[in-house]
């Protein structure tokens, strides 16, 4: 056993040595294997020019795993010519890699490339539009709010829920009328993203809609309802709440009846801050 794993360890002290050249050939190896270990190991030599320029090609490969292997690599380069290079990208005629590009954006956090990204979210093809909306989720940038609403009429189910979560991770206010609206869609995993980033931006507005979807048909809407009513619901809300203490239907390990529980418990200790903060301010 230990003479395996020493075998293992050498083959991989073997590939993190091997020189720049040998991986950028392999990059180009009939073996995805091979490709997605060069891009990965690729992600360690950041201060050659050259390697940005072959990981930003590999975006468009046909496998999978090589793609994420090579977006996870160049998300390690914060340099300008990467930048420079991944958003050129945005404008090419090959699907596939505008996806890539997108994530690979999104993951480098300059929120130069929001316009580009806004642009892709009118992309033909929805794996395009999907990417630019969780791209624009990282950036976080409340300029691109008017574009993600619009996103939230796409047609096709993820790309609306990109653009929920996106909205929710941007946190602003502006978005929460948009929001309510996406607790009425028509597919689960959206009404749940919803409820989620209604819950992440904590506006009071919110409070009603949430507490007409506790009794939603599926259990994942129920759940994230629960967990933002915690977050703004008052003491009106936890009558509403009272029957899902018998719900034992578990989202992520976790129940909707301790979802509640603890919803009750965020809601009660809310209430006793503010009574606290009035009862100072009236002293």
Excluded at 27 to 54: I, N, P, T, Y
Excluded at 85 to 91: F, G, T, V
Excluded at 117 to 126: F, K, M, P, T
Excluded at 234 to 247: H, M, Q, R, S, W
């Amino acid at each position: 056993m230990l003479k395996k794993l020493g075998s293992i360890l050498d083959a991989v002290r073997a590939r993190r040595g091997r020189s720049v050249d040998d991986l950028l050939e392999q990059l180009s190896h009939a073996e995805a294997r091979s490709r997605w270990e060069a891009a990965e190991a690729l992600g360690r030599h950041s201060g050659e020019a050259r390697v940005a320029e072959a990981l930003v090609k590999a975006l468009g490969d046909p496998h999978p795993f090589v793609r994420w292997e090579a977006v996870e690599s160049l998300a390690q380069r914060k340099d300008e010519r990467t930048f420079i290079l991944l958003k050129a990208e945005l404008s090419s005629t090959n699907a596939r890699r505008r996806s890539s590009v997108a994530d690979a954006l999104g993951r480098l956090g300059d929120k130069r490339a929001a316009s580009g990204l806004c642009g892709a979210l009118a992309s033909r093809n929805a794996e395009v539009r999907r990417s630019a909306a969780e791209a624009l989720a990282r950036l976080g940038d409340p300029t691109t709010l008017r574009e993600l609403r619009r996103a939230l009429g796409d047609e096709d189910t993820h790309v609306r829920r990109a653009a929920v979560n996106a909205l929710g991770a941007i946190g602003s206010s502006e978005a929460v009328a948009a929001l309510l609206t996406m607790l009425e869609d028509k597919a689960a995993l959206v009404r749940a993203s919803a409820a989620e980033a209604l819950g992440r931006i904590a506006d009071a507005s919110a409070t009603h809609p949430l507490r007409k979807a506790l009794t939603d048909p599926d259990p994942g809407v129920r759940w994230h309802a629960v967990h933002a009513l915690g977050a703004v619901g008052d003491k009106a809300v936890v009558p509403a709440l009272e029957p899902l203490l018998c719900d034992a239907t578990e989202i992520f390990g976790v129940s909707i009846a301790e979802a509640a529980q603890s919803a009750m418990e965020a809601i009660e200790g809310r209430q006793k801050d503010q009574e606290q903060a009035r009862r100072l301010r009236s002293s």
